[in-house]
């Protein structure tokens, strides 16, 4: 039985542990939906949302084509800021920052249209 308590133990320290590694890395980097991506097309002329997710009041910064915009993230962990209106071109990066840094690689910007309807189009 004593030896049973001492796998009981040891087995309890190991959970401990885990829960704090596990506690420690449960920071909320930023992110961004799989829309905002690598190799997408922003609309040109007009002004573009860029959103996202991090930790309840961090201060994100959201860099492209010289403009640098900035955003606190909601209780909720939501945020959002708008690019200005821009002219075609392209590829550029843009970076996503927070606690963490994305970097955006082969942006464009340009004309977006979205299709659909009958088969043959």
Do not use: Y
């Given at each position: 039985m004593k030896?049973?308590?001492?796998?009981?133990?040891?087995?309890?320290?190991?959970?401990g542990l885990v829960w704090i590694i596990?506690?420690?890395?449960?920071?909320a980097?930023?992110?961004?939906?799989?829309?905002?991506?690598?190799?997408?097309?922003l609309q040109q002329g007009m002004?573009?949302?860029?959103?996202?997710?991090?930790?309840?009041?961090?201060?994100?910064?959201?860099?492209?084509?010289?403009q640098q915009v900035s955003a606190v993230a909601g209780a909720d962990g939501r945020w959002r800021v708008f690019l200005e209106p821009m002219e075609a071109g392209g590829p550029f990066e843009m970076t996503v920052s927070g606690r963490n840094a994305i970097t955006l690689k082969n942006v464009m910007v340009g004309e977006v249209w979205v299709c659909s309807g009958q088969s043959n189009m």
């Amino acid at each position: 039985m004593k030896h049973l308590t001492s796998r009981v133990r040891s087995a309890a320290v190991v959970c401990g542990l885990v829960w704090i590694i596990v506690a420690a890395d449960a920071r909320a980097d930023v992110r961004l939906p799989a829309l905002i991506s690598d190799h997408m097309v922003l609309q040109q002329g007009m002004a573009v949302a860029i959103w996202g997710s991090a930790d309840a009041g961090e201060n994100i910064t959201v860099k492209f084509r010289g403009q640098q915009v900035s955003a606190v993230a909601g209780a909720d962990g939501r945020w959002r800021v708008f690019l200005e209106p821009m002219e075609a071109g392209g590829p550029f990066e843009m970076t996503v920052s927070g606690r963490n840094a994305i970097t955006l690689k082969n942006v464009m910007v340009g004309e977006v249209w979205v299709c659909s309807g009958q088969s043959n189009m």
